[in-house]
């Protein structure tokens, strides 16, 4: 059999692109994969392949020296684009790219942080999760000193910011009531959650997020116990064991370091599973699924000594959610719009620690830590007059709840419009009557809804962007400020995507100068993102 060569491929990135020689082979290399690699597909046509360009131009375009800070692109491929680059930038590159805070920095400052040794902790980062901590553990690594381990290297450092203004130095906020959003019948569990801030003295904008430090299931707690074998009033550090499996340490996932230590306390077969898991193997195809109960009672027996088996695990992390009320409205007070993860492995439901913590374990007069987490880059626009349009299917609607409610006490003059969207309208419309009531006052100029599960085509906010593009145009012609919160992964690049398309539409440009505005908004902070 004959084989004809391929021919070559074409250089797609334009030579004007702000790229480095070895971003440039980089991304060449992807569009080629994309392009050839199945012989069966027939390859994509130039124009075809032009329509991937703004992507990639709009990723040239926002290139601040990090082409990888996309939470959409997987860590290998980030991990591949910061090649040769220096080793901070290698560790940023290693964050999940969400600029999310929940570390106390952004990605760029929390890698800075550890190169500098400012920063001990290597595990903040908790939507890059294991394999961020992981991958951080190795470039740790070339900085040729001591991997910091237990706890007592890994404390916080000092507090510096006052009271309940950083997760280093959280204050106490007193939780009032939850109200369920979804109506009987829905699919989904999401909470109005309200905390009462009097006596903590904290206050907010909107565009602010608050952290809470959630405490672990009292069932799944005496769960591990059991599995452990261990008496709960075991003394550890002046409380007891079952004290500080409550609120001092993460249950899920189980970190490397258990199966670290488990591998010394078993042998033969075993001990070499226990070996492998801690690599980041997974010889059984389960290690995703390993939690710190599933990963002792996959090793039945080992009996540890408590205090070792606490030290084997990771501190429990605050959660950050966005505020959904403003200040104006509600004195005193502070709300959140909170999804209940729970799902199932096996037999055994696991939850989200915090989300189902303020969903069903916290009781109303319950003192809680928290803090107020400052928004980067997710604010109102100062002049009041300016049009804004704000897209958040799901939760990601908690934020526009509380610039609406700030917009209305300041008496901002300048229009509203509001994407939402969620599964089902009948079950899924979360503050209906608010929004409904919002409409009929005029100060929602515009409510446009797309529900996913109504029909038998799933309609996104992004189609709804597209079918209104004429009129989004005119708007952000105007001066409009665009807001888009919720999903980090798909949601927040599909609704990009749909916003490029409707500016090159409605704006007659190129797909590459559509993507180009688009950055240009971004970067002058009329496009904000505030994604998890
Ligand atoms: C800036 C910001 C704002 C946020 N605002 C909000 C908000 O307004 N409302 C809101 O609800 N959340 C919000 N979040 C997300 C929130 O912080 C938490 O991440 C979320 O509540 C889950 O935390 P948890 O502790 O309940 O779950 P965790 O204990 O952290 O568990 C979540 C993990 O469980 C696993 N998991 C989840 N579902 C499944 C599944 N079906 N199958 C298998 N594994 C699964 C995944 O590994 C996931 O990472 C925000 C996050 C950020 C960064
Ligand atoms: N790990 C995951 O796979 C995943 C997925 C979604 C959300 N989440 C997380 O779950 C939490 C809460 O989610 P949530 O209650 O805010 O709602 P959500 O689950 O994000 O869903 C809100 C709405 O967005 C729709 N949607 C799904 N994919 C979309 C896309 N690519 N573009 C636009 N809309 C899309 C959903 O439709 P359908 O559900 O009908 O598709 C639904 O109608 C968040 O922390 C979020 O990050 C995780």
Same mark, same amino acid.
């Given at each position: 059999m004959s084989i004809t060569p391929r021919p070559p491929i074409p250089s797609l990135i334009p030579e004007s692109a702000p790229f480095t020689p070895e971003q440039r082979t980089w991304l060449n290399g992807l569009f080629a994969g994309m392009i050839s690699l199945d012989e069966s597909v027939t390859p994509l046509s130039n124009a075809e392949a032009a329509k991937l360009l703004p992507d990639v131009v709009l990723a040239a375009a926002e290139d601040?020296?990090?082409?990888?800070? !996309?939470?959409?692109?997987?860590?290998?491929?980030?991990? *591949?684009?910061?090649?040769? *680059?220096? #080793?901070?930038?290698?560790?940023?590159?290693?964050m999940a790219q969400q600029d999310c805070s929940q570390c106390g920095y952004n990605c760029k400052d929390y890698a800075d942080a550890l190169f500098t040794k400012k920063e001990l902790r290597l595990n903040l980062c908790v939507p890059g999760g294991k394999d961020t901590a992981r991958m951080l553990k190795n470039l740790y690594a070339e900085l040729g000193v001591p991997q910091p381990a237990g706890p007592a290297e890994t404390a916080p450092a000092p507090a510096v910011s006052a009271r309940g203004r950083s997760r280093d130095n959280p204050a106490i906020a007193t939780f009032v009531s939850r109200r369920r959003l979804n109506k009987e019948g829905s699919a989904k569990e999401t909470w109005h959650i309200e905390f009462d801030l009097a006596d903590s003295g904290l206050d907010y904008v909107v565009g602010d997020s608050f952290g809470i430090y959630p405490m !672990?299931?009292?069932?799944?707690?005496?769960?591990?116990?059991?599995?452990?074998?261990?008496?709960?009033?075991?003394?550890?550090?002046?409380?007891?064991?079952?004290?500080?499996?409550i609120d001092g340490v993460s249950l899920s996932p189980a970190p490397d370091m258990l199966f670290q230590f488990i591998s010394y306390l078993t042998g033969g077969d075993r001990k070499q599973k226990a070996k492998a898991l801690?690599?980041?193997?997974?010889?059984?195809?389960?290690?995703?699924?390993?939690?710190?109960?599933?990963?002792?009672? *996959?090793?039945?027996?080992?009996?540890?000594?408590?205090?070792?088996?606490?030290?084997?695990?990771?501190?429990?992390?605050?959660?950050?959610?966005?505020?959904?009320?403003? #200040?104006?409205? !509600?004195?005193?007070?502070?709300?959140?719009?909170?999804?209940?993860?729970?799902?199932?492995?096996? *037999?055994?439901t696991r939850l989200g620690v915090a989300s189902t913590f303020l969903a069903s374990r916290v009781k109303p007069g319950d003192k809680i830590k928290v803090?107020?987490?400052?928004?980067?880059?997710?604010?109102?626009?100062?002049?009041? !007059?300016?049009?804004?349009?704000?897209?958040?299917?799901?939760?990601?609607?908690?934020?526009?709840?509380?610039?609406?409610?700030?917009?209305?006490a300041t008496g901002a003059p300048g229009p509203n419009w509001l994407y939402f969207g969620h599964q089902r309208s009948d079950y899924d419309f979360f503050y209906e009557d608010e929004l409904k009531e919002m409409r009929k006052t005029g100060l929602l100029t515009r409510l446009t809804l797309?529900?996913?599960?109504?029909?038998?085509?799933?309609?996104?906010?992004?189609?709804?962007?597209?079918?209104?593009?004429?009129?989004?145009?005119?708007?952000?012609s105007r001066g409009a400020h665009i807001y888009v919160c919720g999903d980090a992964l798909r949601m927040a690049k599909d609704v990009e995507r749909a916003l490029i398309d409707v500016v090159a539409e409605h704006g007659k440009r190129s797909p590459e100068d559509a993507a180009r505005y688009v950055a240009e908004l971004k970067k002058n902070d009329r496009y904000q993102a505030d994604i998890y």
């Open positions: 601040d020296g990090a082409p990888w800070h !996309n939470p959409a692109m997987p860590l290998p491929d980030r991990m *591949k684009l910061a090649e040769g *680059k220096p #080793l901070p930038l290698r560790m940023m590159a290693a !672990n299931d009292a069932v799944l707690v005496d769960a591990v116990i059991a599995a452990l074998e261990a008496p709960a009033d075991f003394p550890i550090g002046g409380r007891t064991l079952r004290e500080v499996l801690a690599d980041g193997q997974d010889p059984d195809g389960d290690a995703a699924t390993l939690d710190v109960l599933a990963a002792l009672q *996959k090793f039945p027996g080992i009996r540890p000594d408590p205090e070792a088996f606490i030290e084997a695990l990771d501190p429990l992390q605050p959660r950050v959610y966005s505020i959904s009320s403003s #200040l104006k409205c !509600n004195p005193g007070r502070v709300s959140l719009t909170v999804d209940a993860v729970r799902y199932q492995v096996e *037999k055994r803090y107020v987490q400052k928004a980067q880059h997710f604010a109102l626009p100062a002049d009041p !007059n300016k049009p804004i349009i704000m897209i958040g299917p799901g939760t990601g609607l908690a934020p526009f709840r509380a610039f609406l409610q700030e917009r209305q797309a529900w996913s599960r109504d029909g038998k085509d799933k309609i996104y906010v992004q189609h709804r962007i597209r079918d209104d593009g004429r009129d989004l145009w005119d708007w952000i």
